[in-house]
Nanobody, 125 residues
Framework: QVQLVESGGGLVQAGSSLRLSCAAS????????MGWFRQAPGKEREFVAA????????KYADSVKGRFTISRDNAKNTVYLQMNSLKPEDTAVYYC??????????????????WGQGTQVTVSS
């Protein structure tokens, strides 16, 4: 079992930056691929970014590529999502997720085993 707690969300203006953090506890953090997803009101949860467990390969949704950066610190059991040049359409609840299987970088919610409670990000125009 892995427990995930997100933090760092808030209300910002368009063009601003935020850094989300996800602290993991329980099983060994370095054994999991990590992902960030988001869900806007009335929409399905969608993939944002992911990072592999050992070699830290990354993958991004086209909508955030070049603006968001995912990283991890295995010593701190934490994964980060640096979000720059935020847009109103980035407004959503952001969720951290952990994946135990490691064959490829998963971009669907079904590919992840554990989820945090989410942190709200609101970008005003």
């Amino acid at each position: 079992q892995v427990q995930l707690v997100e933090s760092g969300g808030g209300l910002v203006q368009a063009g601003s930056s935020l850094r989300l953090s996800c602290a993991a506890s329980g099983r060994t953090f370095r054994n999991y691929d990590m992902g960030w997803f988001r869900q806007a009101p009335g929409k399905e949860r969608e993939f944002v970014a992911a990072i592999t467990r050992s070699d830290s390969l990354t993958k991004y949704a086209d909508s955030v590529k070049g603006r968001f950066t995912i990283s991890r610190d295995n010593a701190k059991n934490t994964v980060y999502l640096q979000m720059n040049s935020l847009k109103p359409e980035d407004t959503a609840v952001y969720y951290c997720a952990a994946r135990s299987v490691s064959r490829f970088i998963a971009t669907t919610t079904g590919g992840y085993d554990y989820w945090g409670q989410g942190t709200q990000v609101t970008v005003s125009s």
